[in-house]
Each structure stands twice: as C-alpha cells, then as structure tokens.
C-alpha cells in the first residue's frame, strides 16, 4: 500500500516517550523555576525588613552581658556563667573597669576587688572576679564596650527615625568621631604594659599637672565611676558609634533599595 508523503514525514516528527520521562522533565523545570522565585521573595522581605532584622539580631547580641547579673542574682549560676564565659571572648572584663548590680555600688576600685578577691594585678585572674551577693554581679560587657556597643544600637533607632532628612557623613568626619576613642583605647592599652593600676592612665598624673590639681585626686587616679578614665570611656563610645551609624547606614540603606 502506497503511503502519502506528507503522511511519512508527519510519522518522522514524532516519536513515543515513555509518561516517566515527561513526569520527571516536569518536576525538574518546576523546581528551577521556584528556586529564583523563593531567593527573590526573599531579597524583597530583606529590602523592606533589613533594619528590623538588624535591630533583632544586633540586639541579641549586645543585650544579653545584662542578662548575667540577673541571673546570678536570682541563683541562676549556670545560665550566668555561660554569659560570663561566652562574652569573655569579646570583653576582657576587668571588675575594676565593669558596671556591678544589685551591690553596694555600681563600680569599685582595683583595691576594692583585690581585697575581695585576689591580691593581683594579672589580669587574666582579675577578668575572673564577677562578684559576689554584697558587691553585686558585674555586667559581661566592661563599661567601654557598654558605652560603644549599646550605643550602635540606640542610634541606629534616632537615625532611622529620620534618615530621611539626614546626609551621610563623609569619611573624614568619620575620622574624626573614631579619633577620640582610639587615643583613649590606644593609651589606655600602652599603659596596662606597665601592669594593671600600675601605668600613666591609672595615675593620669600627667593630667594633673595640666589642670594644676584644680579637681578631686579621685577624679585622677583609678577607673571608678566619675574619674576621669570613667568619663572618657562612656564618652568616646557613642562619639564613635554615632559616626559608625551616621556614616554606614545610609550605605546599607542604599544597597537595599537598589535591589
């Protein structure tokens, strides 16, 4: 029987394929085509949701060191020590230049933690005093890292309440806010070479002379709270994390709304 030319070439164009091979050519095209729709979802939550996220996962991490006098306090040991040990990584917690609560004051002297905890001045085994029931339990952040840490936080809020109306700092007033706390740090640790309580910050005898003794030998001398050392630490932490905040934000921001 003769077959019709057009009859033979439509038979050539079509061939049997097995249902299991349609089925899984099926499933995968399905498959790569929700993978880019699940990140681009995604990318789209975080570009209107990225400072809520970082206000959440920031704040977990610089919250919790207040968390560890609380929980001594209410005889939680083991969750307190746990902060205690995690942050000294971060922190070196020295008792005499850290926040205390639930004690009779809110910071004490290098004499005060020597004579009740160890006649030292190793740091390694001063950074281990984290109080006790009468002087109250010292926070997991030193008070620099208080001042500078928590402060990011609190001024990423204020910027965002009006990033609209602010510029962007430029680098070099960056600078400028990043000064004052790396001359602080920076003698501070040069001196600390000498020994704990031992270096020209602990005496800042030097400033003594500059101002003519016109102030308190207590202002001077030691890191208690309201000594000069104290001041200059709470100070030049949010000078710096505002300039931090001031100067990124606007970048990240950026970045978030190209996307």
Known sequence: MLIHPSKLQLSKRFTLIHPNKVYNQLMSNTVNLARPVESRSLGKWLDRHWFQTFL???????????FAPIFMHIGWDGAGKAVYFFYSFFCHQLPERSFFLFGQKTMYSL?????????????????????????????????????????????????????????????????LFLLPIAIDGGTHLISDFA??????????????????HALPASFYAGDAFGSFNSLMRLLTGPLASLGIVWFAFPYIEAFFDED
């Open 56 to 66: 959440v996962t920031y704040g977990v991490w610089v919250f919790p060191p207040f």
């Open 195 to 212: 020994g704990v309580g031992q270096g020209f910050r602990d005496t800042n005898q030097w400033l003594a002379v500059l101002t003519n």
């Open 111 to 175: 004499s005060e933690i020597q004579a009740a905890w160890k006649n030292t001045i190793n740091p390694l085994i001063l950074r281990q005093f984290i109080g006790n029931p009468d002087m109250g339990w010292k926070v997991a952040w030193s008070d620099r890292m208080i001042s500078f840490y928590t402060s990011v936080w609190l001024f990423a809020v204020v910027w965002f309440s009006f990033h609209r109306k602010i510029r962007p700092l430029p680098w070099w007033r960056l600078i």
